[in-house]
């Protein structure tokens, strides 16, 4: 008679600064369950409230696939905003073996970028995410990892919705404090403000800034400012998104000399993967990334030819693939399901 094959479960967990998800997949690449949850950045809501969320997400997920709750998964890999550095990933998977021991054998962790490449390409790949926040990851072919952004709103976070938000907010102040001259008329704009956060006057917002301040309601902001390059035709709205997506473009820059030449010469060119909200609003960033990629002769390196993936798939699968090989197991995955190229460019 024959023995039984034992099913193996592996678990994968996309976490971003406003909202995270769970897959669970079996041994043979199969999704068994999902599960939803809010942001699981340590940086912005602390480790014990970071183990929280994410023991409830693999609570629910393993309810879903009716996985017995006291039968650790194989393996968790966690793919999470604000999770680059070794200490920090340290304490998460320490505290979850400790508060948590029945959620998985094995525990990775690595920052949010590595899950979306993980989802996309079996062989390295650059991801840029533009989202609430923003950050640029290279894995080379050869394993060496390169990253550019990915420091928060206040070191960093261009080209994302916060970002947007705030240099539309910065740009209605100077105006009217008289300080800088806005690229166009900021009515639109300041009005918009006034309604979104509710506030009467500009000292409104300073509560918003300081004392409440709230990184995912404020980069809400973006979708008025959407709204009103699209609807309104609104050239102040519109700027901003073009400036959006010349800083989109030079986090690629700068990651240029590091580029394998492996990667340059793929069909279709570098494939950049593409995550995050904002990417929605790829009709108005075109014009500033486009003129931010364009080959300039002061350049290392010159990107001749690339194209932007978007993920019809959550990273989490990346987060399990990569939880998985960590400790030498390999899930099946069909990488060509899970994007779609959405724009292709050769210069």
């Known amino acids: 008679m024959a023995e ?8 994968g967990i996309e976490g971003g600064a406003t909202h995270s998800k769970m897959v669970i997949m079996s041994s043979d690449g199969k999704i068994k369950a999902w599960s939803r949850g809010p942001s699981t950045n340590h940086w912005l809501i ?12 693999v609570v629910d997920a393993k309810l879903t696939a009716d996985i017995d709750l006291d039968k650790p998964l194989k393996s968790l890999g966690m793919s999470l905003s604000g999770g680059e550095q070794k200490e920090g990933q340290k304490k998460v998977i320490e505290g979850l073996k400790t508060r948590f021991p029945n959620i998985s054998e094995h525990h990775t962790m690595c920052t949010d970028t590595f899950g979306a490449i993980a989802t996309a390409c079996d062989n390295g790949g650059i991801v840029l995410i533009s989202g609430t926040g923003s950050n640029c990851q290279l ?9 550019c952004g990915g420091w928060g709103h206040m070191l960093g976070d261009e080209g994302s919705a916060y970002w947007i938000a705030h240099q539309a907010v910065k740009i209605v102040f100077d105006s009217e404090d008289n300080m800088n001259d806005a690229p166009y008329d900021v009515t639109y704009v300041s009005k918009a403000m006034y309604q979104f956060f509710q506030i009467t006057e ?7 800034v300081y004392s409440n301040f709230n990184k995912p309601k404020f980069a809400d902001f973006c979708v008025r400012l959407a709204e009103g390059a ?14 959006a997506g010349k800083v989109l473009a030079r986090h690629i820059i700068s990651l240029g000399p590091k580029i394998d030449e492996c990667l340059l010469k793929a069909d279709g060119g570098l494939q950049i993967v593409c995550v995050g909200s904002v990417w929605k609003s790829w009709d108005l960033l075109k014009e500033g990334f486009l003129e931010g990629l364009k080959p300039r002769h002061d350049r290392d390196i010159t990107i001749e030819e690339f194209s932007l993936l978007d993920l019809k798939e959550s990273p989490a699968i990346g987060a399990a693939v990569i939880g998985a090989k960590e400790f030498d197991y390999n899930l099946s995955i069909k990488y060509q399901d899970n994007v779609d190229v959405f724009f292709h460019h050769k210069f």
């Open 4 to 11: 039984e094959k034992v099913v193996e479960y592996f678990g």
């Open 46 to 57: 602390g480790i014990d409230e970071c183990l929280d969320r994410i023991h409830n997400m």
């Open 230 to 243: 699209v609807k309104h035709k609104d050239d102040l709205c519109c700027w901003l998104f073009r400036q």
């Open 202 to 208: 500009r000292h409104g917002m300073l509560d918003h």
């Open 139 to 147: 894995i080379n072919p050869n394993g060496k990892i390169h990253g």
